[in-house]
T-cell receptor, first 117, second 114 residues
Framework: AQSVTQLDSHVSVSEGTPVLLRCNYSSSYSPSLFWYVQHPNKGLQLLLKYTSAATLVKGINGFEAEFKKSETSFHLTKPSAHMSDAAEYFCVVSGRNYGGSQGNLIFGKGTKLSVKP | DAGVIQSPRHEVTEMGQEVTLRCKPISGHNSLFWYRQTMMRGLELLIYFNNNVPIDDSGMPEDRFSAKMPNASFSTLKIQPSEPRDSAVYFC????????????FGSGTRLTVV
């Protein structure tokens, strides 16, 4: 079965400092992994995705994530936080397939990122 | 492309009333998903369709919930009768290639049942 664990429910950083949001996954096959961002009172936006190509994935707004199979991790990073990065971030793993049908995405509980001036 | 369109954006209703949430997926997407988001339970998949056919409705909480997809461009999620514990944000998402490329989410419907 597939599952995803976001290790921190809340992360607080100062503007201009690095961001690290941690995610570990469990999958019985080679997974697809995603990070989504949700700003307050908004829908979810795809930040980046890993689908078995390059292990270092670059996304929008300067975010990137590295797939590490040996550590079953897919941590999200950004070198320098901006006030507009304050949001909730979800790590997501692809679910099981139903034969040829499409499965579903399994969401982590989310990490709320606060950015202090 | 207008993205995934959900209506209404906000709905306030009294307990016992019927509520219908609507979703228009992105044209050409053949999978559609309904999610519910609450503080307590986070994001939960309720049901998803592939080529207008319901594939997995195991996340639908009770018989009070039903979902339909009469054609490729429209889906509804109905709650009848509604209860205060149904208060949540309901998201619709669509995809053309399944989980390998991720989903595009709508802006959600915030439902409040009083």
């Amino acid at each position: 079965a597939q599952s995803v664990t976001q290790l921190d429910s809340h992360v607080s950083v100062s503007e201009g400092t690095p961001v690290l949001l941690r995610c570990n996954y469990s999958s019985s096959y080679s997974p697809s992994l995603f990070w989504y961002v949700q700003h307050p009172n908004k829908g979810l936006q795809l930040l980046l995705k890993y689908t078995s190509a390059a292990t270092l994935v670059k996304g929008i707004n300067g975010f990137e994530a590295e797939f590490k199979k040996s550590e079953t991790s897919f941590h999200l990073t950004k070198p320098s936080a901006h006030m507009s990065d304050a949001a909730e971030y979800f790590c997501v793993v692809s679910g099981r397939n139903y034969g040829g049908s499409q499965g579903n995405l399994i969401f982590g509980k989310g990490t709320k990122l606060s950015v202090k001036p | 492309d207008a993205g995934v369109i959900q209506s209404p954006r906000h709905e306030v209703t009294e307990m016992g009333q019927e509520v219908t949430l609507r979703c228009k997926p992105i044209s050409g997407h053949n999978s559609l998903f309904w999610y519910r988001q609450t503080m307590m339970r986070g994001l939960e998949l309720l049901i998803y369709f592939n080529n207008n056919v319901p594939i997995d409705d195991s996340g639908m909480p009770e018989d009070r919930f039903s979902a339909k997809m009469p054609n490729a461009s429209f889906s509804t999620l109905k709650i009848q009768p509604s209860e205060p514990r149904d208060s949540a944000v309901y998201f619709c998402a669509s995809s053309s290639t399944g989980q390998r490329d991720g989903y595009t989410f709508g802006s959600g419907t915030r439902l409040t049942v009083v």
